[in-house]
């Protein structure tokens, strides 16, 4: 069983930044991907930016030039920081774990709010 435990979200201005942290635990193989997924008032749920164990990374184009994925693979950890934030950008943000690699997401944070005040 594995656990994802998001942290850092929080209120912000537009302009201003912020900087989420994802721990996972449990049983993790050594070659999986993460990802940041959120889910707006109103919105599906889209994926944000993801990374796999190697380091690569996807990033949805609207956060493009924003925000910077990146993970600590000794502590099984992923990280979203987010720069210029848009009122737009106001979501539930949800960790998720492909524990083999690919986009087959099997494990899901609880989301952590974050609001872009204009």
């Known amino acids: 069983q594995v656990q994802l435990v998001e942290s850092g979200g929080g209120l912000v201005q537009a302009g201003g930044s912020l900087t989420l942290s994802c721990a996972a635990s449990g049983s993790i193989s050594n070659i999986n991907t993460m990802a940041w997924y959120r889910r707006g008032p109103g919105k599906q749920r889209e994926l944000v930016a993801a990374i796999t164990t190697d380091g690569a990374t996807n990033y949805a184009d609207s956060v493009k030039g924003r925000f910077t994925i990146s993970r600590d693979n000794d502590k099984n950890t992923v990280y979203l920081q987010m720069n210029s934030l848009k009122f737009e950008d106001t979501a539930v943000y949800y960790c998720?774990?492909?524990?083999?690699?690919?986009?087959?997401?099997?494990?899901w944070g609880q989301g952590t709010q974050v609001t872009v005040s204009s």
């Open positions: 998720a774990l492909a524990p083999s690699g690919g986009y087959a997401w099997d494990y």
